[in-house]
C-alpha cells in the first residue's frame, strides 16, 4: 500500500506512513493536517485527502483481487503463475483482463460450440499448419453439427473468443482508443424539433477527438443522448486495427489464416470493439465527472467561505408580487423575533405602506442590516428599500436564495421552526446567510446550492464524498461557536458527526451554555477520541480560559501557560500581545512530540486568537436602470456578481434573472488554464456585454480588468 500510494502522489515515505497511521486510528482530515504536522512532516489537507484517496482505491484493488482469487479456486482453475499475475496487478482493467477468460456466460456462442465438440476444430485451425482445412471439418459433422461449413463457424466462435481473452490484442486496441478515437453525435429525427432539444443543437451532429473532448461537452452530450435527443458512437480507423490483431496472431498465408481472418474480424465487430470502446467512453466519463467534482468543489469551498456579516441584526426579505414580500427580523445571533407580509407590489400596489413598516420595524428591531432575496421581484423590492429614508445607516444587501426552498422544506427547518410555514423559514435562511454563509449553507444538500456544471450527471457516490469533505474543512477552517451552532454545523466539526451533534445540542439545551472546554466531555458518548478529535476547533466565547476561544488545541494549554510564566505573565497577558509574543523562543519549548510547526501556529493563534479566515461582507449595487434581458445593449458595462465557475466560464449575476457568461476566452487577453485564477465565487466584478440573445436568453460578457 505505502509504495502503491507514493507512485501515485510522489510524497515522502515517512509521510505517507505516518499518515495512514493517524487515518488508522480514527484522525480526520482537518485534525491531522491542523494538529499533527510533525508527523505527517507538514502536509496540507489536499495531500492528506489524496493518501485517503489512494489509500481506498488500494484496499478495493485488494479486495477485488481476493474475491477473483477465491473464484479462481472454486474453479479449480488457479496456477501459480495466474496467482502471481494477479497479486501483482495494479489497476482494475488489468485484474479484470487476466480473470475475463475464466467469467463465461453459458449462453456465448463460443461456449455453444465447445458443447457440441469443436474446440479440437478450433485449435487445429490455430495451430495454422492444415491445408485441407473442409475436409478435416467434415470429421466434425456430427449430431448438431450439420455441415463443415457450420463446424467451421463454431470454430470461428471459439477462435473469436480466445481472441477477446488476449490481453496483448485488448491492451493494443485500448492503445488506438486512448490515442485516436473520435466521439460523433446525430440527432434522432423525431425528437429534433422539441423544444427541450434545442439547448443541445450544437450536437446534432458532431464529431471530436474524444480525448481531448472538455468535461462539460462530454456531460452535456451524455446528458442529451440519455434524454433521447441524439445518438452517440466511438469511432477508430477499423482496418488499421484489424491489421494489428492480424499481424500478431496470422503466422502463415493458408486455408486456416482465412479462418482466422474470418474470426478475427467477428472478435473484433462482435466482442473487443463493443466491450472497449464503451470502456473507453466510461474512463473519459470519470475523467470528465473528476473535472467537473473538482470545479464543484472549488465553488463551493469559495460559497461556504463567503464574507459574513457578522453577529449584526438583520431584517430579511424573501420577495414575491402577488403572493407578497416575506419579512423576518433577527436578533445578531440568528434568533427569529418578527414576521409578517408586506405587499408593495402588482396587484395590491401598497408600496406607501410596504415602506412605512419596514422602517417601524427597522426602529423597532435596530435593524443593522437588510438582506433581499435575489429571486422573483428582487430588483423591485431593492428600489423600493433605497426609497426609504432610515434614521441609522442600513446597510442593503441582495443575498443569492439558491437552495433556500429547499432548506424551508426540510426536516431541519421544521426542527427549528415547527410553528412556521416554509415562507417564513425561507426568509430566515436568507437573513441568516448574509449573518454567516457557512453556518447556514451546511444545512442544505451541497447539489442543491446551484454552483457546479452538471452535477446531476456526474457519479454521485465520489460527487457526495467529495463534497463532504470540502464542507468538513471549511468548517474545521473557521471554527464553530459551541454556544450557538446548529446540529448541522456541529455534525461537520472533526470527530463529531450527526449523532454526537444531536448530543451536543440536546446537552446545551438542558445545562445551558458551554463555559469551558473541560465541559465538553461531560457530553453523553462524547469520549477521549472525539474530545481529542473536536475540542480545538471548538470555540468558547468569553471563556474564563481564553485558549478556549482559540485554535490552539487543550493538549497543548500547559506549553502556552509555561511560555506565560517563563515571561512571568498570565496566559490572558499573551492574547494579542505582539511585542510580548516575539520575546518567546520557540526552541525552548521542542519535546519529541511538538515541534517548530505546531509551536508556530501556537505563536500565530495567540496573536489573533479565534481570528476569522473570511473577509467581511460588502455592499453591492446592481445598474438600477437594467431590468431584463431586453434593456441590455452591446457594449454596455455592468456591474455583477459571479455566481458560478465552471471549466469553460464564469457565470455573472447582473441584476436580472438571467445570468451572463464569460467565456474562457472573454476573461483575459492570454490564455487562460484555469477560471479561479482570474475570478472567484461571490466576486464583485465590472464586465461589458458581448453579445445578447434573448429567444434562447444568453448572455456573452467580458471580464474588464
Excluded at 501515485?8 to 515517512?14: A, G, K, N, R, S
Excluded at 467529495?466 to 448541522?488: F, K, P, Q, R
Excluded at 521542542?590 to 479565534?610: R, S
Excluded at 451572463?660 to 465590472?686: A, P, T, Y
Aim: glycine content about 6%; proline content about 3%; aromatic content about 6%.
Amino acid at each position: 500500500m505505502i509504495s502503491y500510494i507514493i507512485s501515485q502522489t510522489q510524497l515522502p515515505e515517512v509521510s505517507v506512513k505516518n499518515t495512514i497511521a493517524l487515518l488508522n486510528e480514527g484522525g480526520t482530515i482537518p485534525f491531522i493536517s491542523r494538529y499533527r504536522k510533525e508527523r505527517t512532516g507538514n502536509l496540507d489537507e489536499i495531500q492528506i485527502g489524496d493518501i485517503l484517496k489512494y489509500k481506498e482505491q488500494f484496499e478495493a484493488l485488494e479486495k477485488r483481487k481476493e474475491a477473483i482469487l477465491k473464484s479462481l479456486e472454486d474453479q479449480a482453475v488457479l496456477t501459480e503463475e495466474l496467482k502471481q499475475k494477479i497479486k501483482e496487478a495494479q489497476d482494475l482493467i488489468t485484474l479484470e483482463d487476466l480473470y475475463l477468460p475464466f467469467k463465461k456466460s453459458r449462453k456465448t456462442k463460443a461456449e455453444t460450440a465447445r458443447k457440441i465438440g469443436l474446440e479440437p476444430l478450433a485449435k487445429i485451425i490455430m495451430s495454422q499448419n492444415a491445408s485441407d482445412i473442409d475436409s478435416i471439418a467434415l470429421k466434425f459433422v456430427k449430431g448438431e453439427v450439420a455441415s463443415a461449413e457450420e463446424a467451421l463457424e463454431g470454430a470461428r466462435h471459439i477462435i473469436a473468443e480466445w481472441i477477446n481473452e488476449r490481453t496483448d490484442v485488448r491492451n493494443n486496441i485500448r492503445y488506438q482508443l486512448e490515442r485516436f478515437a473520435t466521439i460523433a453525435t446525430k440527432a434522432v429525427k423525431k425528437k429534433a424539433e422539441e423544444d427541450e432539444a434545442q439547448k443541445f443543437r450544437d450536437y446534432f451532429n458532431w464529431e471530436e477527438a474524444l480525448r481531448r473532448i472538455p468535461s462539460h461537452r462530454l456531460l452535456a452530450i451524455l446528458r442529451a443522448e440519455k434524454e433521447g435527443f441524439i445518438k452517440v458512437k466511438i469511432n477508430i480507423d477499423d482496418e488499421r486495427a484489424l491489421a494489428k490483431i492480424e499481424a500478431r496472431i496470422i503466422r502463415s498465408s493458408n486455408a486456416c489464416s482465412e479462418q482466422i481472418q474470418i474470426a478475427i474480424q467477428d472478435a473484433y465487430k462482435r466482442l473487443l470493439f463493443p466491450s472497449l470502446s464503451n470502456e473507453a467512453l466510461q474512463k473519459a466519463k470519470e475523467k470528465a465527472d473528476e473535472a467537473a467534482i473538482d470545479v464543484f468543489a472549488k465553488n463551493l469551498k469559495q460559497l461556504l467561505l463567503g464574507s459574513p456579516l457578522g453577529e449584526k441584526r438583520v431584517l430579511a426579505i424573501d420577495p414575491g408580487f402577488r403572493t407578497g414580500c416575506k419579512i423576518v427580523c433577527l436578533d445578531a445571533q440568528g434568533n427569529l423575533k418578527h414576521n409578517e407580509t408586506i405587499y408593495p407590489h402588482p396587484p395590491k400596489n401598497d408600496a406607501i405602506g410596504a415602506m412605512k413598516k419596514i422602517s417601524s420595524l427597522s426602529e423597532a428591531y435596530q435593524i443593522e442590516a437588510i438582506a433581499i432575496g435575489n429571486g422573483t421581484a428582487s430588483r423591485e423590492t431593492e428600489a423600493l428599500i433605497r426609497k426609504i429614508r432610515f434614521k441609522n445607516d442600513i446597510q442593503v444587501f441582495v443575498v443569492s436564495e439558491a437552495g433556500a426552498s429547499i432548506y424551508s422544506a426540510s426536516k431541519i427547518a421544521r426542527d427549528e421552526f415547527p410553528n412556521y410555514d416554509v415562507t417564513v423559514r425561507g426568509s430566515v435562511s436568507i437573513g441568516r446567510r448574509l449573518q454567516d454563509p457557512l453556518a447556514e449553507l451546511v444545512k442544505i444538500d451541497a447539489k442543491s446550492i446551484g454552483v457546479g456544471q452538471y452535477q446531476h450527471d456526474v457519479d454521485q457516490t465520489k460527487l457526495q464524498k467529495e463534497l463532504d469533505n470540502v464542507v468538513e474543512n471549511c468548517v474545521n477552517a473557521v471554527g464553530v461557536n459551541i454556544n450557538t451552532a446548529s446540529t448541522s454545523l456541529l455534525s461537520y466539526v472533526s470527530g463529531i458527526g450527526p449523532k454526537l451533534a444531536e448530543n451536543i445540542f440536546n446537552y446545551r439545551a438542558e445545562h445551558g451554555v458551554f463555559k469551558s472546554r473541560k465541559e465538553i466531555k461531560k457530553v453523553p458518548r462524547l469520549g477521549d477520541k472525539a474530545f481529542e478529535q473536536g475540542a480545538a476547533f471548538l470555540r468558547i466565547k468569553d471563556a474564563k480560559n481564553p485558549l478556549d476561544d482559540s485554535a490552539v488545541h487543550p493538549e497543548s494549554y500547559a506549553i502556552v501557560e509555561k511560555m506565560a510564566t517563563d515571561l512571568n505573565k498570565k496566559v490572558s497577558d499573551l492574547i494579542g500581545n505582539k511585542d510580548l509574543l516575539e520575546k518567546i523562543d520557540l526552541k525552548k519549548y521542542v519535546t519529541d512530540t511538538v515541534g517548530l510547526p505546531t509551536l508556530q501556529d501556537i505563536l500565530k493563534e495567540l496573536e489573533k486568537p479565534g481570528l476569522d479566515i473570511r473577509e467581511q461582507a460588502k455592499v453591492f449595487t446592481f445598474n438600477q436602470n437594467i431590468k431584463s434581458i431586453t434593456d441590455l445593449q452591446k457594449g454596455q458595462l455592468l456591474p455583477g456578481i459571479v455566481n458560478n465557475i465552471t471549466d469553460f466560464g464564469a457565470f455573472v449575476d447582473i441584476g436580472i434573472k438571467e445570468s451572463g457568461l464569460i467565456h474562457v476566452s472573454n476573461l483575459s487577453d492570454g490564455f487562460v488554464s484555469d477560471v479561479n485564477e482570474h475570478v472567484g465565487l461571490h466576486q464583485q466584478v465590472i464586465v461589458k456585454v458581448l453579445e445578447v440573445d434573448v429567444p434562447r436568453k444568453r448572455i456573452q460578457l467580458q471580464l474588464q480588468s
